[in-house]
T-cell receptor, first 114, second 110 residues
């Protein structure tokens, strides 16, 4: 059982480039989330999804886009990368936001924008 | 808007000592999670607290929730080096998502 899989693990982008961070889960979870974690800081919610075809903004959505065409996949798109987007990005999923088990997190993608 | 604060942000403690990490949140929330993160790693779920007065214990860690005070605590008993990590609390915002605190970086010294 793979859980939540994120790719790539590391990436260096130049300013203005674009990329997609991939996130896949095999637990049939409806709820999926993207967080960013800046060095020495907590997690900030970028976007979340409550099911296929339904997404909504979190605390820091500017500069990002998401889509949810299937239950399994929740990619995060960065358009026109900026140094302020240098961070570690975590994808997470849960069966229910009011559940007993918390989120299952992916291993993270460390992104540097230069 | 729900805000979550933890203190202390950094904690250096001797092995064998006890200490408490505090998690305060700004608006009503009826459930709270605690997570652990090792350096360079992802987050691991420790506890979920689902009601006022809930208490959960696992080994040397004990978490509690007081929804009236909007406060959760993570108590460490007789700390050991293996507990060195960053601990996060996350409070349910009521709209499908949790808001995370800034984390407490714990270092247990031998």
């Amino acid at each position: 059982n793979a859980g939540v899989t994120q790719t790539p693990k590391f990436r260096i982008l130049k300013i203005g480039q674009s990329m997609t961070l991939q996130c896949t889960q095999d637990m049939n979870h409806n709820y999926m989330y993207w967080y960013r974690q800046d060095p020495g800081m907590g997690l900030k919610l970028i976007y979340y999804s409550v099911g296929a075809g339904i997404t909504d903004k979190g605390e820091v959505p500017n500069g990002y886009n998401v889509s949810r065409s299937t239950t399994e996949d929740f990619p995060l798109r960065l358009e026109l990368a900026a140094p302020s987007q240098t961070s570690v990005y975590f994808c997470a999923s849960s069966y229910s936001p009011r559940g007993n088990y918390g989120y299952t997190f992916g291993s993270g993608t460390r992104l540097t924008v230069v | 808007e729900l805000k979550v604060e933890q203190n202390p942000l950094f904690l250096s403690m001797q092995e064998g000592k006890n200490y408490t990490i505090y998690c305060n949140y700004s608006t009503t929330s009826d459930r709270l999670y605690w997570y652990r993160q090792d350096p360079g790693k992802s987050l691991e779920s420790l506890f979920v607290l689902l009601s006022n007065g809930a208490v959960k214990q696992e080994g040397r860690l004990m978490a509690s929730l007081d929804t009236k005070a909007r406060l959760s605590t993570l108590h460490i008993t007789a700390a050991v080096h293996d507990l060195s990590a960053t601990y996060f609390c996350a409070a349910f915002s009521g709209t499908y998502k949790y808001i995370f605190g800034t984390g407490t970086r714990l270092k247990v010294l031998a």
